[in-house]
């Protein structure tokens, strides 16, 4: 059902839903989105689940929608939202069920020239070296209580295991590890759904990608983060928390949905069901939700190491030799404890980002010391036949959304749909006219991914670059997929 509130045209990149549009709305709603995108955001009602986002207690701040946005669990997809550390509230649906579903970016000193001829080989390397798809186990079998050392340590526990290198964990968001976690906020069934998981690609929406660069925007940027030339190479790795962080998710809206009663909390949106930040559900949601983040980053962290090892074994040269080097690692879903100055003075508060993406600027303690003098890097991926982005985080972030901006292209239509109206041949067709070589654990895994079943990600990353919040450094092009 379209969407046919009221809603009000600030400037150029930036629309309003009015606080007076419901009585709960104790703030306004913004979306970031132009003219023309601003029909396709109506077009599937999202917009109401922004202004039901403003109804929430302890919000600060407006609620926020990305130009990605689109209809979701509680939160639009692409929304933001910011609690008071004292009087707000923790939700899981304005984290989402794939918790930390991120991407992770790596750089090499590899050229077109250089992989051009072997590009079906790496993939398919890949696809031998990482699990993937709906289900799919991992290669390693954990025992005892490794499980609970992944989700408290996270990334750290990969790489003390020899799966990566040192300067992965500072070129990662968090270092790869949420100090909040705690593993005993963690049911068992979670536990068991994700010990065999660990280190699988998973389906949906979640790929390898090996590309190129194909435009450099900012050279300065660019050249901190290792991107130093058209058509040099570069490897997307899109992941998250697999089965635990989904049966996490799972396990908390139950009892957030317990806790509205307990607690006398009205929302508009069932779906909406949080807790207090300082009760004992909201306390074990955010260990539990940090866990699961933790378990992404250990997930990413895997693949990364045998990424490194499918180049190796197809170029026979060492990946220190290639430079395969972590450029960053950013999460989508996640609710992080942060500290940001509002009217004036430093609150801390809980930032809810689902489907969007931190987008921190260099004066921030959190940005790695070698970003330290441009900003965080910001990982944008489109559809696979079209580009991804690599973009930097703005003082505009900082000020406007809690230093938060767009996570990726944005669904235009529903995988049931994409299902419809494409066919796998057709997509595998098409993205081999445009060079690009994909091999995918099932033919659904490419229909439901079309690249038609997507927002144009160029349009997604200029208005985000046009709002100010966030910055565009690079543009890269596709050569080679691995869908789950």
Not at 84 to 98: L, Q, R, W
Not at 152 to 179: C, I, N, P, Q, R
Not at 274 to 283: D, I, L, Q, R, W
């Amino acid at each position: 059902m379209p969407w046919a509130g009221p809603l009000t045209k600030l400037d150029e990149f930036r629309f309003e839903i009015p606080r007076t549009y419901k009585s709960c709305m104790t703030t306004s709603a913004i979306i970031f989105s132009d003219e023309k995108m601003i029909q396709s955001v109506k077009a599937d009602n999202a917009p109401e689940q922004a202004a039901n986002v403003a109804c929430m207690p302890g919000i600060v701040g407006r609620s926020m929608a990305m130009p990605d946005i689109h209809w979701g669990y509680g939160f639009p997809i692409g929304g933001v939202a910011a609690f008071d550390a004292d009087s707000g509230v923790i939700s899981p649906g304005g984290i989402g069920y794939d918790v930390n579903c991120g991407v992770k970016l790596v750089r090499t000193n590899l050229m077109e020239s250089d992989v051009k001829g072997v590009i079906k080989n790496l993939v398919d390397q890949m696809f031998e070296n990482v699990p993937s798809g709906v289900g799919e186990k991992g290669k390693l079998r954990l025992s005892g209580g490794q499980i609970d050392d992944v989700l408290e340590s996270g990334a750290e526990w990969a790489v003390s295991k020899g799966y990566g290198w040192d300067e992965d964990l500072t070129s990662s968001e968090e270092s790869g590890k949420m100090k909040t976690a705690d593993a005993s906020a963690v049911d068992v069934k979670a536990k068991q759904r994700g010990a065999p998981q660990l280190g699988t690609l998973g389906g949906g929406n979640h790929f390898l990608e090996i590309q190129k660069v194909d435009r450099i925007f900012d050279t300065d940027a660019a050249k901190a983060f290792g991107i130093v030339a058209q058509d040099q190479i570069m490897v997307s790795i899109h992941s998250g928390s697999r089965g635990c962080g989904h049966q996490i998710a799972s396990d908390n809206i139950r009892i957030m949905e317990s806790a509205l009663r307990k607690y006398s909390i009205s929302v508009p949106d069932r779906q909406l069901a949080c807790a207090p930040v300082g009760s004992p559900e909201g306390e074990n949601c955010f260990k539990a939700m940090s866990s699961a983040a933790n378990y992404a980053w250990a997930n990413r962290q895997l693949i990364l190491h045998w990424v490194r090892e499918s180049f190796e074994k197809t170029l026979g040269r060492r990946a220190e030799e290639m430079e395969m080097d972590c450029v960053y690692d950013v999460a989508h879903n996640i609710c992080k404890l942060e500290e940001h100055e509002v009217d004036g003075r430093r609150r801390k508060l809980y930032v809810h980002r689902k489907g969007a993406t931190r987008a921190f600027d260099k004066t921030r303690p959190e940005v790695p010391s070698k970003y330290s003098g441009v900003g965080q890097p910001v990982l944008i991926p489109g559809d696979m036949g079209s580009a991804s982005y690599v973009l930097v985080g703005t003082a505009g972030a900082m000020a406007e959304t809690f230093g938060s901006t767009c996570h990726g292209a944005g669904r235009l239509m529903s995988r049931t749909s994409a299902t419809r109206r494409f066919s796998a041949n057709e997509v595998v067709s098409m993205l081999q006219r445009r060079g690009i070589y994909i091999k995918a654990a099932s033919k659904e895994g490419i229909i439901e991914e079309a690249p038609g079943a997507y927002k144009d990600v160029d349009e997604v990353v200029r208005i985000a670059h046009g709002a100010g919040i966030s910055r565009m450094v690079a543009r890269l092009k596709p050569m080679g997929v691995m869908k789950g």
